[in-house]
């Protein structure tokens, strides 16, 4: 994992001089909402691009690290914080092409059994650095982005597969015994070693982009849903 903690100010300003760009991102929100990419420029202004709370694109550069925390709490000066945010290090999750890519896994409990309903891939088609179907990236087979972006051979394909399907696994299993759910969405990225780096844990995990992707895989996911909902 990334290295994370909640927001502050004196976190904000830590790990902006720790790596070489962060992300922040609302702890509630979805559909990419509230998240941003944040970097130091090297003549000491801070960068951000993203997109607002009301999902309105944002790129900017600030010469005080204040006004970035503006962006984030507009109302804190009548009194009113705009919930939750968590930094997140930046992880390096590309295409040879530079493309920002990212791995979204939906894990079911099943007659109390964690399965795998199904993964696909999203490649970021803007350069705003955030990976979300939501806001222009394009949801793809875990095949195609594995072997057609990554240029992975089979083994290593099935491989990495294998390795998501685990890690997802572990992870609901760990969240499930502080956030019970019967499903969850979780996210990865793949590092420039090929390694999967788990992102985050959503717990309302939405499948529309299953439907676009393959929608056998979105009909067993449907399914799923069904023999929850009768047991």
């Given at each position: ?25 609302h ?13 130091k420029?090297?003549?000491?202004h ?8 009301q ?13 970035f ?26 295409t ?6 990212s791995?979204r ?11 795998i309903g ?16 939501n806001?222009?990236?394009?949801a ?21 597969i ?17 956030f ?18 788990l992102?985050?844990v959503n ?5 529309r ?23």
């Amino acid at each position: 994992m990334p290295e994370s903690t909640l927001y502050s100010l004196e976190n904000l300003i830590y790990l902006l001089n720790k790596y070489e760009y962060i992300y922040v991102k609302h702890n509630t929100t979805g559909q990419g909402r509230a998240m941003y990419k944040v970097y130091k420029r090297k003549d000491g202004h801070y960068c951000f691009n993203g997109f607002t709370m009301q999902g309105e694109e944002i790129s900017k550069c600030v010469a005080a690290i204040e006004d970035f925390h503006q962006v984030l709490h507009p109302y804190e000066k009548h009194g009113r914080l705009s919930g939750i945010y968590i930094i997140q290090e930046g992880v390096k999750s590309l295409t040879p092409d530079g493309n920002s890519i990212s791995i979204r896994v939906h894990v079911q409990n099943l007659k109390g059994k964690w399965v795998i309903g199904g993964i696909y891939g999203r490649v970021a088609t803007e350069d705003h650095g955030i990976v979300n179907s939501n806001r222009g990236s394009k949801a793809i087979s875990i095949e195609e982005l594995l072997s057609g972006y990554l240029m992975m051979d089979n083994t290593k394909k099935d491989q990495t597969i294998d390795s998501l399907k685990e890690d997802s696994i572990l992870a609901a299993e760990v969240i499930a015994s502080h956030f019970p759910c019967r499903e969850y969405g979780i996210d990865f990225g793949i590092n420039l070693e090929g390694k999967p780096i788990l992102f985050e844990v959503n717990t309302t995990p939405s499948i529309r982009s299953f439907a676009k992707v393959d929608r056998a895989i979105w009909k067993n996911i449907v399914e799923i849903r069904k023999m929850q909902n009768e047991g």
